[in-house]
């Protein structure tokens, strides 16, 4: 069983920045894929980025690419997910999520059997 506990998120002005943060517990974060997913009032939940346990393979959202960034540091079982140059449409739930499986499902949201409880951003114009 891994738990995962976002933290980071908040009020920020459009072209701002935030980080958040995603820690998890037990002895095998090194071996997850991780990703950071997003969901606002009345959408569905999508992907925003994703990283493979290597570090190497990453994954971002059409929508987000070249403002958000996502890194990790096994060594403190936590990923990240740098975010600039936010946009009023960037505000969202943000949820981390850990897939546990040996392959790169990447941006595939059924693949992910763990999940945080989410932090909000909440970006204004």
């Known amino acids: 069983q891994v738990q995962l506990v976002e933290s980071g998120g908040g009020l920020v002005q459009a072209g701002g920045s935030l980080r958040l943060s995603c820690a998890a517990s037990?002895?095998?974060?090194?071996?997850?894929?991780m990703g950071w997913f997003r969901q606002a009032p009345g959408k569905e939940r999508d992907i925003v980025a994703a990283?493979?346990?290597?570090?190497?393979?990453?994954y971002y959202a059409d929508s987000v690419k070249g403002r958000f960034t996502i890194f990790r540091d096994n060594a403190k079982n936590t990923v990240y997910l740098q975010m600039s140059s936010l946009k009023p449409e960037d505000t969202a739930v943000y949820y981390c999520?850990?897939?546990?499986?040996?392959?790169?499902?990447?941006?595939?949201?059924?693949?992910?059997?763990?999940w945080g409880q989410g932090t909000q951003v909440t970006v204004s114009s």
């Open positions: 990283i493979h346990s290597s570090g190497v393979i990453k």
């Open positions: 037990g002895r095998t974060f090194s071996r997850y894929t």
């Open positions: 999520a850990a897939d546990d499986s040996s392959s790169w499902h990447g941006p595939q949201i059924s693949a992910y059997d763990y």
